[in-house]
């Protein structure tokens, strides 16, 4: 990879990292209403796959999905102005943490039903498969969700169908508070289903966006060219509990050392290093992410909240509600 995309990669994950931040910080404030499923340390997964799509390529993720948000085009002001219950929001508050959308870059949400959008994803497939688009959609879920019947009939239907689908699994691990090796009949709980659906599956250090970007690239250009869909497992690891008001303590504190000694923005700057690319461009793009972020923060806690009329918008397809008020 070039030094400057590699640069762009670093800069992207470092935005998340402090957006992830920011947000934990502004939960303890009591600034930030309902739940938040933070995403730091999966930051490579969103970054490596997004560096590796089509700008049309149509992206599912779960309520863990404040990293690909931002990985396609919503800006932190965006995400954390949707937290805090602000017009300025990316769904002008009627989302929050756990529903982020941005329709524009074909981010076509995030939902907090374990599996749910696998089937979503395998229908925005078909439909490019039929519309001859050669787009591709991805679909980003948890280990937890490789043991929901939606996940093996979207697989199956897709491997049938031989559409333009990625399964990208983010195995933390854990489902909740539940290590997915104690209520998983296969090692890997995504790689090793695969072959059940007569598709390839792999296996991909999930916090070194460089070899998330390489094998998607390989996975959507088999895709693309007719050949069907890929599950693809990406090791990592959360950096913070499953949900705000977890302080995760069932985590072996030597596994906890151990993974974040494997933080995808030290292995990036690894490979800034080998790459030749001096202290000072990586240190600049640290000090853009941290303005970036503060002045997000600062116009998130400075916007007002969503006019009460707008409740009523945006609720149904056809866009109102006068004939079911
Ligand atoms: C169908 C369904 N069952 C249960 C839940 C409750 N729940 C929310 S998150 C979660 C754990 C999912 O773990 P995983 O898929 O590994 O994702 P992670 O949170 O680790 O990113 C569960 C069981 C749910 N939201 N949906
Ligand atoms: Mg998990």
């Known amino acids: ?24 910080d502004l939960f303890l404030q009591g600034l930030v209403k309902g739940t938040t499923h933070l995403a730091a340390g999966h ?28 990985a396609r085009g919503a800006t932190p002001e965006e995400c954390l102005a949707e937290l805090m219950s602000r017009a300025t929001g990316l769904c002008g508050a009627k989302g929050g943490s756990m529903h982020l959308t941005k ?8 939902y907090a039903i374990v599996g749910a959008h696998l089937p979503m994803a395998v229908g925005a497939a078909w ?50 508070y539940t290590p997915i090796a104690d209520v998983t009949a296969v090692p890997r709980p ?13 296996v991909v250090d999930g916090n070194d966006a460089v070899s998330v970007q390489e094998t998607v690239a390989r996975l959507a250009r088999r ?37 974040l000694k494997h933080d995808p923005l030290d292995i990036a700057r690894g490979r ?23 002045e997000a923060v600062d116009a998130a806690k400075n916007a007002p909240p969503p006019d009460p009329r707008e409740a009523f918008t945006d609720v149904w397809a056809d866009g109102g509600a006068a004939w079911r008020t």
Request: with cysteine; hydrophobic share 45%; net charge negative.
């Open 272 to 294: 800034l290093v080998e790459a030749g690319v001096p202290e000072e461009r990586v240190t600049e793009a640290d000090e853009r992410a941290r303005s970036v972020v503060q």
């Open 103 to 110: 329709a524009a870059t074909n981010m076509l949400g995030s």
């Open 127 to 176: 439909s490019a498969k039929l519309r001859g688009t050669g787009q591709l959609a991805v679909a980003f879920f948890g280990d937890g969700a490789t043991n929901i019947g939606a996940f093996h009939e979207a697989l199956n239907l897709a491997a049938v169908w031989k559409l333009p689908v990625l399964f990208v699994c983010e195995n933390n691990l854990y489902m909740e």
């Open 43 to 70: 930051e490579a997964i969103a970054v490596g796959a997004s560096a590796a799509l089509r700008d049309d390529d149509y992206v599912f993720a779960t309520y863990r999905g404040h990293h690909h948000a931002m």
């Open 190 to 202: 995504a790689a090793d289903r695969a072959p059940a659906y007569g598709i390839p599956g792999e």
């Open 1 to 24: 990879m070039e030094p400057a995309a590699l640069l762009a990669l670093y800069e992207r994950m470092a935005l998340i990292r402090r957006t992830e931040k920011a947000a934990h």
């Open 223 to 259: 895709a693309r060219a007719g050949d069907g869909p890929a599950l693809l497992e990406a090791e990592t690891y959360r950096h913070f509990g499953h949900s705000r008001s977890d302080p995760a303590t069932y985590r072996p504190a030597e596994e906890v050392e151990r993974w």
